[in-house]
């Protein structure tokens, strides 16, 4: 069990979480491990809640990561992290864009959005690094970017090096967008110095 | 024939379930295959048809696809079809007797069951038709076994002259691991044998035939006895011997390392004496399968004692964090208090319609409307029934809007004498099964209105072509349905046919109304197309001049998902009554100028927004 590494991407529908889970299971592929990647699809696309459960190791059986075994915790969305914070394990680590997405049903008035979801998630004594990814990607010129960003933040809280990371996001776009694979180096760079890492040499 | 793509040669492939199938129907040398989209099956043929060498199709409907299967069979070809579990409903009548055929060229038909039902509106389980129709059914745990079955599928319906099953879960379709592929083998068909007594199934020949089936299923169940596709793994800690089906042996193997498992890959009929065996080597026996207690009936009809639904839940995913704390219980332990923090509470985020999604403009009017039954189908337009619209009052199965219309209108009382009958249907559900309905309700002459919402495309499935595209499976240009032409021909007066843009909030109103007062059939077709398919065309984005918005929240009532409320607060009038306001921003860079949220808004507060700002899907969203 403890070789097996568990990371659960969640999200809204339409933000490219399972996106971003393949390139992480791209990663974890190159290096030779065996990788289940598992979400529930369906009818997501309309605005709902998406989670992406990642596991690679040297031989994965279960493709769900249970509550509590979660290493990584990747949210794109605020109150989407602290929906699932209960699946990261005692000691693991989340990664949160402190961007929100306000559904209808808020904005309709019947429920409330959180007040601050990322201060709940520390209440609760989760070790929780929050950046605004949004923002990160529009300063680089394209929120699209921001897939990237998240990406990016994760990078040093893997058990293998950045680069490798790096080298799947890079490679997803060298061959379908080449002339963005610059601006997506650079996300992936703001992404890791978000949470405090260091830059890798070009 | 499909436009010849390169293919991936044969390799170590990170696929999904769905993948793994349409790779290994492929590589069978299959010339043809049909289906119907529905989750979690849908990319199965979305990804087989961009495989060269072989006919693909959307069918109009999953009973179509099968005998679109079976024709190929006939002529000696490999066919394959595939649908969700309630697809095998509709296409059932077609295998009740293909079972008595039989088949010639490998038949196989992939069902996926939605356990857990993330995108279903039952949950039941496929296996029972492999013990109703006697055909065997295989089912695989990952990706590698659901492209290895389906190999074997072939090869076994073959053997055995009958179709064959492969029952595949969502937590197979939807799940990737890597599978070693190979590469495709040609097969030439034999050709059609005339023979009224095979093929023919009037009573007279059927009858002889019937005895097949049971031969058939003696042979299947010796095969599975023997089986490799049935094994057993080892284990040292022999309390409890698991038997499992589908997905659940990664489950148990992942809980439970050390406990012995009977691992059933060919299912149906089931390696009963095998199992017998294997349950004298351990203390008990637990059979882990998800929804009902198939094997575990089947096993104790057979003297071989065990626990299933007893101790698990019949509903729903048998995970790790199910099994762990039920066998627990079933051994007399404690199950520890979790270590890690408990669930939090927060707003539940169902599915919502899309920014400027056609339907929005005729739920915000039929939430307008008063004295009206809604009678739903299934679509993405079944979430008419969520907030705001509220205005949708049934769903049952596809094209049930039809029928249940005419019999609430048949059947209904004098308190529902002065209410009127509006059935809301999708154009590509209303060419799978609702226009049977539609003839029912015109032939018996149903005081309905339906309005058939034309979006052109399959939309909740990810917008595939349907008959209403002008387009097949790989976009090529096709025979097109004209739908107000169809209406007319299935008996609806031509006055009575209105086609109407949905995003001209008083034209579809106007024609509501007087439609649900004229006590005769009537359809309103709405034209506009799904935003989520490549035809669709965005337009100018629209924001809110911040001093002009009144907080009237008339424009929230639309239910567009681009509106955001920024502020709240409380009036009281004049009457006295207190009324609450809500301040709004449009998310312009989500907006596509659809223009519904500016109909309903007095003050004339939405405007283009300016200068034009590139039009983007939501993704990021801005505090």
């Not at chain 2, 009973?63 to 069979?73: P, Y």
């Not at chain 2, 039952?122 to 695989?140: C, I, K, T």
């Not at chain 2, 097949?472 to 009575?496: M, P, S, Y």
Request: charge should be negative; include cysteine.
């Amino acid at each position: 069990m403890s070789q097996i590494t568990n990371i659960l991407v969640c999200g809204v529908g339409g933000q490219g979480v399972m996106t971003a889970t393949e390139i992480l299971a791209e990663a974890a592929i190159s290096l030779g491990f065996d990788v289940k990647k598992t979400e529930v699809a369906g009818m997501s696309q309309r605005g709902g809640v998406v989670t992406s459960h990642l596991r690679f190791g040297k031989v994965v059986l279960s493709p769900q990561i249970v509550p509590g075994e979660a290493d990584l915790l990747i949210g794109f969305e605020s109150a989407e992290a602290l929906r699932w914070s209960h699946m990261l394990r005692p000691g693991g680590v989340a990664l949160v864009n402190s961007g929100r997405i306000v559904p209808p049903i808020v904005n309709l008035g019947l429920f409330d959005y959180p007040e601050d979801p990322v201060a709940k998630m520390r209440a609760l004594g989760l070790t929780v690094h929050a950046f605004d990814a949004t923002t990160i990607a529009t300063d680089l010129g394209n929120i699209r970017l921001g897939n990237t960003v998240m990406l990016g933040a994760c990078a040093d809280h893997l058990p293998f090096p950045a680069q490798v990371l790096r080298d799947a996001v890079l490679a997803r776009f060298g061959t379908r967008k080449p002339h963005l694979v610059e601006a997506n180096r650079q996300a992936f760079e703001a992404g890791r110095q978000a949470v405090g890492g260091d830059a890798l040499a070009a | 024939m499909p436009v010849t793509q390169t293919v991936p040669a044969a390799a170590r492939m990170f696929l999904s379930g769905n993948d793994a199938v349409a790779r290994a129907v492929w590589e069978a040398g299959t010339r043809v295959a049909a289906a119907y989209p529905g989750t979690p099956s849908t990319e199965i043929l979305e990804v087989l048809s961009r495989y060269p060498g072989l006919h693909t199709e959307w069918s109009i409907n999953e009973k179509v696809s099968m005998e679109v299967a079976l024709g190929a069979s006939m002529v000696g070809a490999r066919a394959f079809c595939a649908m969700k579990h309630v697809g095998l409903n509709v296409a059932s009548d077609a295998l009740m007797t293909m079972t008595v055929t039989g088949t010639e060229g490998g038949l196989v038909i992939a069902v996926a069951d939605d356990v857990g039902m993330s995108s279903s509106q039952n949950e039941q389980d496929s296996r029972y038709w492999g013990r109703f129709a006697h055909v065997p059914v295989l089912e695989p745990a990952d990706s590698h076994e659901a492209y290895a079955m389906t190999l074997a599928a072939f090869e076994l319906s073959e053997r055995l002259k009958s179709p064959v099953i492969l029952r595949l879960t969502t937590r197979i379709c939807h799940v990737k691991g890597v599978v070693q592929t190979g590469e495709r083998i040609e097969i030439e068909p034999a050709g059609f044998v005339k023979d009224p007594r095979h093929w023919v199934m009037v009573p007279g020949n059927a009858k002889p035939r019937l005895p097949s089936m049971f031969e058939r299923e003696a042979a299947a169940r010796a095969e599975a006895e023997v089986s490799p596709l049935n094994f057993q793994v080892d284990g040292s800690d022999r309390r409890i011997g698991f038997v499992t089906s589908g997905p659940t042996f990664m489950h148990v193997r992942e809980a439970f390392p050390d406990a012995p498992v009977f691992k059933l890959g060919l299912s149906c009929p089931p390696p009963l004496e095998s199992l017998r065996r294997f349950a004298a080597t351990v203390d008990t026996v637990l059979v882990v399968e998800e929804t009902e207690p198939l094997l575990e009936t089947e096993m104790k009809a057979a003297g071989i004692a065990c626990h299933g639904k007893d101790v698990l839940p019949r509903i729903g995913e048998l995970a790790p964090d199910v099994l762990e704390p039920a066998v627990r219980r079933l051994r007399g332990e404690a199950v520890p208090e979790p270590e890690h923090v408990p669930a939090q509470q927060v707003f539940p985020r169902p599915p919502t319609m899309c920014v400027a999604c056609p339907h929005l403009g005729v739920y915000y009017t039929l939430s307008q409307m008063r004295n009206v039954i809604i009678s739903g189908d299934i679509g993405c337009y079944t979430l008419g029934a969520g907030h705001p619209w509220n205005a949708l009052d049934t769903c049952i199965s596809m094209g049930a809007s039809m029928g249940t219309a005419l019999g609430m209108d048949k059947g209904r009382g004098k308190v529902d004498a002065n209410k009127k009958v509006v059935a809301v249907i999708g154009d590509s559900t209303f060419m799978h099964m609702g226009m049977q309905g539609l003839l029912d309700i015109t032939w018996n002459r149903g005081n309905v209105t339906v309005l058939l919402l034309d979006n052109r495309a399959v939309g909740m499935t990810g917008g595939q072509d349907n008959p209403g595209t002008g387009r097949d499976i790989h976009g090529n240009e096709t025979a097109r349905v004209d739908f107000a032409q169809l209406c007319e021909a299935l008996g609806v007066k031509k006055e009575r046919i209105h086609v109407v843009d949905p995003y001209e909030l008083p034209v579809l109103f106007k024609a509501l109304r007087e439609e649900t007062k004229i006590e005769e059939p009537s359809v309103i077709i709405t034209n506009r197309p799904c935003v989520l398919i490549d035809h669709y065309q965005p337009a100018k984005s629209y924001t809110v001049i911040e001093d002009r918005c009144t907080g009237c929240g008339n424009c929230v009532e639309v239910g567009c998902p681009a509106i955001h409320v920024t502020r709240r607060d409380k009036v009281v009038k004049a009457s006295g009554k207190e009324v609450d306001l809500s301040f709004v921003r449009i998310e312009t860079s989500a907006c596509t100028g659809c223009g519904l949220c500016v109909q309903p808004c007095a003050p004339e507060a939405i405007v283009h927004a300016d200068p034009v700002q590139s039009v983007q899907s939501v993704q990021f969203v801005r505090k």
